[in-house]
Nanobody
Framework: QVQLVESGGGLVQAGGSLRLSCAASGRTFSSYAMGWFRQAPGKEREFVATINWSAGSSYYAESVKGRFTISRDNAKNTVYLQMNSLKPDDTAVYYC???????????WGQGTQVTVSS
């Protein structure tokens, strides 16, 4: 069992920055890939970024590439999402997720709200 708790969301003006954190507990954090997803009001949840277990590779949605950075600290069982140059379209609930199988994300956090004002 894996428990994920996100933090760091809030209200920020367009062009500003936020850093989200996701603290993991339960199984061995360092052995599985992690991801960030988001869901805006009235829209489906969408992929934002993912990072492998060793932080050797990461992937981003085109909409956030160059602005967001995913990272992890296995010693702290935490994954981060640094968000810069935020836009109103980035407004959403952001979810942290873990994949223990490598084929799908099977554990999810409760989400943290990010609101970007214009």
């Amino acid at each position: 069992q894996v428990q994920l708790v996100e933090s760091g969301g809030g209200l920020v003006q367009a062009g500003g920055s936020l850093r989200l954190s996701c603290a993991a507990s339960g199984r061995t954090f360092s052995s599985y890939a992690m991801g960030w997803f988001r869901q805006a009001p009235g829209k489906e949840r969408e992929f934002v970024a993912t990072i492998n277990w060793s932080a050797g590779s990461s992937y981003y949605a085109e909409s956030v590439k160059g602005r967001f950075t995913i990272s992890r600290d296995n010693a702290k069982n935490t994954v981060y999402l640094q968000m810069n140059s935020l836009k109103p379209d980035d407004t959403a609930v952001y979810y942290c997720a873990a994949t223990t199988t490598g084929s799908s994300f099977d554990y999810w956090g409760q989400g943290t709200q990010v609101t970007v004002s214009s």
